[in-house]
């Protein structure tokens, strides 16, 4: 697992980049340089990988899936990282901390997509998070990135306390932190042998899981906290870090409590029906486009849920999908959102006319959001919602889902109407440039390739 | 081949189109246009002469764990026909808009030929999923094309339009879905219908009422047809005509083609109240078409009623109904293709939709009355026009539906029929009869390049209406 160790020393680099290099713009050179490391060592670890294979103590496990997680995931950090580098550095003076906090979330996100041992789950976790909490307050003058980073840690500090305790009752019930050990296949083999113990601490996951991914009721601290983070880095926490969290849930409740999926699939489908509700109708009614898409993050969670809910073969193919597609949309959207001057609804008027290139990203990238076919993120939902049918159950939930899927294009299609069809002056912060343009063209094309041949994405 | 290049060059030439200088691509859609109209007129000969060697289906692997193929064909009567609609009505709506030419031309073009590809791609998809795709991306362009041109309140109504048809499309899916777990994991037609054969009353009532909305949505039948009248004002002409004159059609063929042969049971089972559905979209378009002042309505609502008719004589299941169906979806196409075409012009000339200010159009424009009166003519299916044969056997299939009610239904459509007279005869005496008035005093007769496209599409109705065995043909069963 080259990659844990590459992106936690990129981290460790990039901390002292900031002494010897006096440039922003030197800063910067070496922070593409490095997601460039970590991603040639994620491609090395695809590139190893031959079959499942487990070290480091068998906490981590690497197969063909985890890897290839890592390289897209990777791929679309890179993305992130070429699109948004200079917003970053803009965002405070610590421009080199925060690439190497972004690195240390990228930890996290390799550990979470590998672990074997729950240990490893609540480290990752914790790695993933911490960072975050900072990169939320990085704007320090500003009160909402203040009021952002307090509730964020907060609310996640006293969460990732639920969810040791969940691992603890496990721990409790099988006597192992092992996910794949006989122990939890003996203690989850059917649900009436379940005990109160292991119940609770199941549920206790779920919902410091649902915290995490911002699913309802657990979503509360997720508007306040996507708007008050500084733009540059409210794509990477609502994208990379928020899918990683669904590969460790899903791989949880997979392969340890697959089994007794009638205790706990109800409660998931509650919160997918909660979720989709609640981030849809409210998404509906912002003003700032900004804070819609951070209950649009609400929403599009909801429908990853779905994986978890059917927990088989289609819903982990539909994960991978749903990651990338659901990733490289909302980078373009932001990409775009970040240059403008006014984030409400009316600042967008116009776009289309003054700057069609951006215009156009957005717009793609919002129907990738709305689930239009041709983009990706129709087959994403078709994949997430296929694994439900696929399971047979509740399939009035699915129907449910299409229909919230026909609210949200009413609101990803509101910032469209204000790019093409009403008259504005779209004011932007800074003349966009040609490598700027270059990849948001190259953001769409991937965007429509994937929702042409999703088969480049599965595996 | 020839099938993919139906899709790909009106594809590709619309992208084209965006990108090419602006003096340009007026020529280069028109281009574009004849050169599909071309290939569909080729495939028609194919399809009709049974030539050897040339394959009318094209498949090539899509996404394999999915089992979906990317599969396209001409493989009956009623896919060449819609096909031949689609590749007609773009030329002729390229060429008549040569002197009026709309703002930022790169982007009506491309969006207009996009539109086009979807379309097609609509009409020849063998393949579930790609058949979802289609029907999807056909509706973007066109959602874009509504809201960029057109009357004031554009933006607000089409905006309706696209959330209620894509409300209708994602709840047609979760029904695939849910079919393709029945099937091998293959969305192939073939799978489908056995698919469905395999599934008991119960599910298929389910799927059916889930698939039937999406398509009664883009028809549109009664009580989803809210979206339509303000849709067809508000739009300009073009995107209108392609909005009526295809895109509606794009439910009716669906019915035909997946509704009806994937889930039989089901269709039989509520004939009785799709039929009632469809006979009060006739009743209530005619007779909304009546009190309506606004040309442009009175025409969407008169589209009412004639989708209505069309959805009963699908309904009824009698072959002859269908053979009427099929030649009516291309003649409906054709017919009010002209009127809008005429519309357009009084607009232009008047500056307004308002029957009530309009009037004398005969005495200084008698070219322009003629044509009006035989396209007019034409809509309300007077023998000798091409509207009468279909209409005919429309009737004949709805009065021999195996539905206890099916005299009801086929006197209350009549009904509609007559109605129809009533309204399009009082739109012409509006129009072209009376006294001429201040603004209608100086209405230029028609220009050469009006004259050629009302010219042609008379030919064609008057062709088709002495001589409909060319379209019968087609359609046998």
């Not at chain 2, 309706?160 to 047609?172: D, E, P, Q």
């Not at chain 2, 002209?338 to 424009?365: F, H, P, Y």
């Not at chain 2, 209608?440 to 008379?458: H, R, S, V, W």
Request: hydrophobic share 55%.
């Amino acid at each position: 697992m080259n990659a844990i160790i590459v992106s936690a020393l990129a981290g460790v680099v990039m901390m002292f980049t900031g002494l010897f290099f006096k440039k922003s713009g030197q800063v910067q050179g070496v922070a593409i340089l490095a997601v460039l490391a970590i991603l040639a060592a994620t491609g090395y670890d695809y590139f190893l990988v031959s079959q499942t294979n487990r070290s480091y103590f068998d906490m981590i496990e690497s197969d063909h899936y985890t890897a290839w997680f890592n390289v897209l995931i990777t791929a679309c950090t890179t993305m992130y990282v070429l699109l948004f580098h200079k917003d970053i550095a803009k965002v405070g003076r610590n421009d080199a901390e925060y690439f190497a906090l972004i690195y240390f979330v990228m930890s996290g996100v390799y550990l979470l997509s590998s672990y074997s041992n729950m240990l490893i789950l609540f480290i990752g976790i914790e790695i993933l998070s911490i960072p975050q909490y900072i990169l939320a307050g990085s704007d320090k003058e500003n009160v909402k990135s203040n009021e952002a980073s307090l509730k964020y840690f907060l609310m996640g500090a006293f969460t990732t306390g639920i969810l040791l305790m969940g691992i603890t009752l496990v721990y409790g019930a099988t006597g192992s932190f092992d996910i794949l050990s006989d122990r939890f296949s003996v203690q989850f083999q059917n649900t009436a042998g379940l005990n109160a113990m292991s119940f609770v601490g199941i549920m206790m996951i779920i919902f410091a899981m649902g915290f995490k991914v911002s699913a309802a009721p657990f979503h509360m601290w997720t508007p306040d906290v996507y708007d008050g983070t500084p733009t540059a880095f409210t794509p990477f926490m609502a994208t990379i870090a928020k899918v990683a969290i669904f590969v460790a849930f899903i791989k949880l409740f997979h392969f340890s409590f697959g089994n007794v999926n009638d205790a706990w699939q109800m409660t998931i489908a509650a919160m997918i029906v909660l979720t989709l509700l609640i981030g849809n109708i409210t998404a509906v009614y912002q003003q700032s486009v900004k804070r819609m898409m951070a209950y649009s993050s609400i929403a599009q969670a909801g429908f990853m849920l779905f994986a978890i809910y059917a927990f088989n073969a289609t819903s982990w193919n539909g994960l991978l999908l749903y990651s990338v597609a659901y990733t490289l949309a909302s980078l373009g959207v932001f990409a775009v959102l970040i240059r403008m001057k006014d984030y409400t609804y009316e600042g967008f008027q116009g776009l289309a006319r003054k700057h069609p290139i951006m215009a156009a990203t957005a717009a793609i990238c919002l129907l990738s959001l709305a689930g239009i076919p041709l983009t990706g993120g129709f087959f994403a939902k078709y994949y997430v919602l296929s694994a439900t049918v696929e399971q047979g159950k509740m399939l009035g939930l699915v129907v449910f889902a299409v229909l919230m899927a026909a609210v949200s294009a009413y609101y990803y299609l509101k910032v469209i109407m204000s790019m093409y069809f009403k008259e504005g002056e779209a004011e932007l912060t800074e003349e966009p440039n040609g490598i700027y343009h270059f990849l948001l063209i190259l953001n769409a094309i991937l965007v429509i390739a994937i929702g042409v041949l999703p088969g480049l994405i599965l595996r | 081949m020839l099938i993919v290049l139906l899709i790909l060059i009106p594809l590709l030439g619309g992208l084209a189109a965006m990108l090419m200088p602006e003096r340009n691509v007026h020529i280069h859609a028109v281009g574009v246009a004849i050169t599909t109209l071309a290939l569909a007129v080729a495939g028609y000969f194919h399809f009709t002469m049974n030539t050897p060697g040339i394959d009318l289906v094209y498949q090539h692997s899509w996404i394999e764990s999915l089992g979906a193929t990317f599969s396209v064909g001409l493989t009956d009567g009623l896919s060449i026909l819609m096909v031949l609609l689609t590749a007609i009505i773009f030329p002729f709506i390229f060429i008549s808009i040569r002197n009026k030419q709309p703002e930022r031309k790169n982007t009506f073009y491309g969006l207009m030929l996009l539109a086009q590809a979807g379309l097609m791609g609509v009409f020849l998809a063998q393949d579930a999923l790609l058949f979802y795709v289609f029907w999807e991306v056909a509706l973007i362009p066109v959602y874009f094309l509504s809201s960029m041109y057109g009357g004031p309140r554009r933006i607000p109504v089409t905006f309706k339009f696209f959330v209620y048809t894509f409300a209708g499309s994602l709840i047609m899916l979760a029904a695939f879905l849910m079919i393709y777990q029945h099937t091998a994991h293959q969305f192939s037609f073939g799978s489908f219908v056995g698919a469905g054969a395999s599934l008991e009353a119960g599910q298929q009532n389910l799927l059916f009422w889930m698939i039937f909305i999406a398509f009664a949505i883009k028809m549109p039948i009664f009580p989803f047809h809210t979206w339509q009248p303000d849709a067809y004002e508000q739009s300009a002409t073009p995107v209108t005509i392609v909005l009526s004159a295809i895109m509606v059609k794009m439910g009716l063929f669906a019915v035909i083609r997946w509704l009806i042969p994937v889930l039989p049971l089901a269709s039989v089972r509520w004939m009785d109240l799709i039929l009632l559905l469809s006979v009060v979209s006739v009743v209530f378009g005619s007779i909304m078409a009546m009190v309506q002042t606004n040309i442009k309505r009175l025409i969407a609502y008169s589209s009412i009623a004639h989708i209505g008719l069309m959805s009963a004589a699908i309904f009824s299941q009698q072959a002859v109904g269908l053979q009427g169906v099929a030649i009516q979806m291309f003649n409906h196409g054709i017919n009010i293709m002209g009127l809008w075409i005429i519309v357009s012009i009084l607009e232009n000339r008047l500056k307004t939709q308002d029957l009530r200010e309009m009037g004398g159009i005969a005495k200084v424009a008698p070219a322009f009355t003629i044509a009006l009166v035989v396209i007019s003519l034409a809509n309300i299916a007077l023998p000798l026009t091409n509207g009468f044969v279909g209409e005919f056997m429309m009737f004949n299939g709805l009065f021999n539906a195996a539905s206890p009610y099916r005299i009801a239904f086929t006197v209350a459509a009549g009904l509609g029929v007559i109605l129809s007279a009533v309204y399009t005869l009082t739109m012409i005496q509006k129009v072209a009869y009376g006294n001429t008035n201040s603004l209608t005093e100086g209405f230029k007769d028609l220009t050469i390049n009006e004259k050629l496209i009302l010219i042609l599409i008379i030919l064609i109705i008057l062709w088709l209406g002495f001589y409909p065995k060319m379209l019968m043909g087609l359609v046998n069963v």
